[in-house]
């Protein structure tokens, strides 16, 4: 059961990536060169239905996109902890990022995205049975979204202290247009765990796990460029079985 798990997985994000090179390709990116960015406020941070930040955090991105359908970027955010000192209350995310996506035709389109995540002041986490880890992590997407419907799965690519190499996540959002401008934002999320790589940092009790559920609605303030969203988050499990909190999550995000 763990094995077919992992290659219905995998096979779904080759078939993400590989499918639309059969059909003609029309970028999603209308401007060569492109720069955009945002800045925001949320009341906390929930990832994946684990808490990284249960106080105000600040994030932040910037993108640069090719008319080809390339772009690269960065998007951040503080935490309420540090990966590599447990005695501290504090600390940062860094994702780093390149990704390329394109449209298949009028309904359909896909992305394919790499992803470098560092941890401000990060380093090798230790354990008393010997094992180290590195903070730093990699992962890649595959997207495939029908209209408003996105399709998603991302592949763990090497061992991190806080997860396996061959980790996948599944996910599924939707969104619809309500009336006087606001949008209903909706979401679900499972993980399949690779637990063979477990070691004495890592431990996995729960293989396949329901992860989170999000339902919300977002509005643009007119004439500012912010738009305002309220999310509750519906928690799962964790890979140790460990159940997350419900959440109520505000914030209000800057774009440029």
Same mark, same amino acid.
């Given at each position: 059961? =763990?094995?077919?798990? =992992? ?8 078939? +993400?990536?590989? +499918? ?15 720069? !955009?960015? /945002? ?7 929930? &990832? ?15 993108? &640069? ?5 390339? /772009?690269?970027? *960065? ?5 309420? &902890? ?7 209350? =504090?600390?940062?995310? =860094?994702?780093?990022?390149?990704? &390329?996506?394109?449209? #298949? ?5 896909? $992305? ?5 995540? *560092? *941890?401000?002041?990060?380093? !090798?986490? *230790? ?22 419907l996105t399709l998603a799965a991302s592949v763990m690519l090497a061992d991190a202290s806080f997860a396996n190499a061959g980790d996948v996540y599944l996910s599924a959002a939707y969104s619809y247009a309500l009336p006087q401008n606001f949008?209903?934002? !909706?979401?679900?999320?499972?993980? #399949? ?6 070691? /004495? ?19 643009? #303030?007119?004439?500012?460029?912010? !738009? ?8 799962? $499990? ?16 800057? /774009?440029?």
């Open positions: 059961m =763990h094995q077919t798990s =992992h290659k219905i997985a995998l096979s779904l994000l080759f078939a +993400m990536c590989t +499918m639309p090179a059969f059909a003609e390709e029309d970028t999603i990116l209308p401007t060569a060169g492109k720069l !955009t960015g /945002s800045f925001a406020v949320v009341n906390k941070y929930i &990832y994946r239905g684990g808490v990284e930040n249960d106080d105000v955090a600040l994030q932040a991105g910037l993108e &640069y996109a090719l008319q080809s359908g390339v /772009s690269v970027g *960065y998007w951040g955010s503080t935490l309420d &902890y540090d990966l590599s000192d447990e005695n501290k209350d =504090h600390g940062f995310e =860094h994702d780093f990022y390149v990704a &390329y996506g394109n449209e #298949i035709n009028q309904n359909w389109s896909y $992305k394919v995205q790499g992803t470098a995540y *560092y *941890y401000q002041d990060g380093g !090798t986490v *230790y354990s008393e049975g010997g094992d180290k880890r590195k903070t730093t992590a990699f992962d890649v997407l595959g997207e495939l979204a029908y209209k408003d949008m209903l934002n !909706t979401s679900v999320g499972a993980s #399949i765990y690779n637990s063979r790589r477990d070691d /004495s940092i890592i431990e996995t009790k729960n293989d396949v796990v329901f992860s989170e559920a999000r339902m919300g609605v977002s509005k643009e #303030i007119a004439n500012t460029g912010a !738009t305002a969203s309220l999310d509750y988050v519906v928690g799962g $499990k964790d890979r140790v079985g460990e159940d997350f909190d419900d959440q109520v999550v505000f914030g209000l995000n800057f /774009s440029f």
